[in-house]
């Protein structure tokens, strides 16, 4: 079955850095896009960033453009993000997510998400 094992989130001060991972099983890595959201206290989940499976096109929410890189390991089935200058408005849980075809519909898998706390 799918899964998706994120690892990497911790405590970490202002403008520090912190590259989560997440280890995909279960399913073709190389051949899906990829994607982190995150979930801060009292806020919906959000889309963070996102990459194609192939060719490495990225996308990213404007709050983390500049700061934050996602890239992937088609060879370790595993998507990384990593988050520089961090912000405490970046605290939040982190979610690893694949949008994948199961019969005639696409459904969303999600890992166990990974707790991000920016703070002095």
């Known amino acids: 079955q799918v899964q998706l094992v994120e690892s990497g989130g911790g405590l970490v001060q202002p403008g520090g850095s912190l590259r989560l991972s997440c280890a995909a099983s279960?399913?073709?890595?190389?051949?899906?896009?990829m994607r982190w959201y995150r979930q801060a206290p009292g806020k919906e989940r959000e889309l963070v960033a996102g990459?194609?499976?192939?060719?490495?096109?990225?996308n990213y929410a404007d709050s983390v453009k500049g700061r934050f890189t996602i890239s992937r390991d088609n060879a370790k089935n595993t998507v990384y993000l990593q988050m520089n200058s961090l912000k405490p408005e970046d605290t939040a849980v982190y979610y690893c997510?694949?949008?994948?075809?199961?019969?005639?519909?696409?459904?969303?898998?999600w890992g166990q998400g990974t707790q991000v706390t920016v703070s002095s």
């Open positions: 997510n694949a949008n994948l075809p199961a019969w005639l519909q696409l459904v969303d898998y």
């Open positions: 990459i194609t499976s192939v060719g490495g096109r990225t």
């Open positions: 279960g399913f073709t890595f190389s051949r899906y896009a």
